[in-house]
């Protein structure tokens, strides 16, 4: 099983969610797979204002450990991230970025702000 | 959790049998041209996030969302069924798809379809900010009558020497846009902004970027 675990910059109490990356997609937004999925599949809420479509940056988590276990990243996707506020070397897109690895641990921390909402 | 609004729809414009306008009134939002709000749809027991980017321009006092019916979707065939009077919850404003004023280049919007939505409040802003470069529309559609906004794209020309218009069939738009800002010159100064729909959008971002433009001079929303 594959092991997520959610951090909160907000100071919300994290969650941790096992699962098996081969039952993907968990619901329909974001690539099947992706930390959207699999989050919002386990009831865990993550914004995605456009829908899971790469086409914000709503659903920016920085990874704290297992990037490398992470769907490389592309260009649509550095494309947005440029633009996220608190960017950092392992930011992602929760709606792009796919564990596919069942043995994967991956931590993300949620941040506190987006600058896309005025 | 994003602040949730409502609105409600005042008035519907057919711009063909599966295509309309929906304007909203809602407590004032205030939003940068290019921006999309995303409308919360109870279908099916659950609620379908779904983006629409605002056609209307910020100092509009409605917010108009254009969109058509997508063969299979679940969200469109729901928006289109509501009657004037019914309420659409949605938050937003969101997205970094956004131009405030006119560039200092030329500059080329490109749109597919109905991703000439946020390309139009763009482009009145790029007009109403003295511009002192040539501003370009390319517009592709399936076909000629599918073009929307048609009559105010070409009065838009006529009166803005600095502005032209000019249309393609979807099918043709890569070759179109290569051959003029590829093939035909040198210049690599210019800025793009491409809205459209699936995979012909970073089609388009790559012919570009690797033809010499610079990434951010290369800005694209794909729906």
């Known amino acids: ?118 | 959790m994003a602040l949730e609004r409502e609105g409600r729809i005042i008035r519907i414009v057919e711009h063909a049998p599966d295509t309309r306008s929906l304007f909203l009134r809602s407590e004032r939002l205030p939003y940068r041209p290019g921006q999309f709000i995303s409308c919360l749809l109870p279908v099916g027991g659950e609620t379908l996030i779904r983006p629409y980017s605002l056609a209307s321009d910020p100092e509009e006092a409605d917010l108009e969302i254009c969109l058509n019916l997508v063969p299979g979707g679940v969200g469109s065939p729901y928006l289109l069924a509501l009657p004037v009077g019914a309420p659409i919850r949605f938050t937003g404003p969101w997205g970094t798809f956004v131009l405030e004023r006119a560039p200092e280049a030329e500059t080329i919007f490109i749109a597919d379809g109905t991703a000439i939505a946020p390309i139009r409040p763009m482009l009145h802003r790029a007009l109403a900010t003295a511009p002192r470069h040539p501003l370009r529309l390319l517009y592709a559609a399936e076909s000629e009558r599918r073009l929307l906004y048609r009559a105010e794209l070409e009065r838009l020309a006529r009166e803005h020497p600095l502005f032209s218009f000019d249309h393609v069939a979807s099918r043709a738009l890569r070759d179109e846009v290569a051959r003029r800002w590829v093939d035909a010159d040198a210049d690599r100064s210019r800025r793009f902004f491409i809205c459209g729909v699936g995979d012909i959008v970073p089609a388009l971002r790559d012919v570009l970027r690797r033809a010499g433009y610079e990434r951010r001079a290369v800005q694209y929303e794909k729906w």
């Open chain 1, 1 to 118: 099983m594959a092991k997520l675990r959610v951090l909160y910059e907000s100071g919300e109490p994290e969650r941790v969610i096992e699962f098996d990356p081969r039952e993907a997609p968990f619901q329909h937004d974001g690539r099947p797979g992706s930390i959207l999925d699999v989050l919002l599949g386990h009831g865990i809420h993550l914004e995605h204002a456009c829908g899971g479509n790469c086409a914000c940056t709503t659903c920016h988590v920085i990874v704290k450990q297992g990037v490398e276990r992470l769907s490389p990243s592309e260009e649509a996707e550095d494309d947005l991230l440029d633009k996220a506020p608190g960017l950092t070397p392992t930011s992602r897109l929760g709606c792009q970025a796919v564990i596919e690895d069942p043995d994967a641990e991956i931590v993300v921390v949620v941040p506190r702000y987006t600058i896309n909402q005025m």
